[in-house]
């Protein structure tokens, strides 16, 4: 995609602080980081989201996570990591390729995590049924 921020990201035309790269994925600093070492991993194969990725695209990216996840635990030492993927913008998807962000977690770092809340009486079951019903 030629005007896409991390397909260019990707193709150098833009600058970014790469932190790793093989032949299915690319991974940089996120440039308003959570915390420092926060960092977004990408197909380079480009895919809105998680619903146009195929599986070895999504396969790679998951590998990539893993190993820069272990990298930052081993550089900056946090206490813990959150990863996320925002799905569209009912997600708050704001740069339409998929990426995969991981977020190194600190003690009393300001950062929380939402709010759940419990099922109604049945809705569970319901639910679980519909998803199983579309594998």
Known sequence: MPQCLFCKIIRGEIPTNKVYED?????????NPVNPGHTLVVPKKHAVDIFEMEEEEWNAVMNSVHKISHALEKS??????NLAMNNRSGAGQLVFHAHVHIMPRFPNDGHELWKGKPYRKGEAARVAEKIRTNL
């Open 23 to 31: 032949e299915k994925t690319f991974a940089f600093l996120d440039i």
């Open 76 to 81: 900056i030492g946090p206490t813990g990591i």
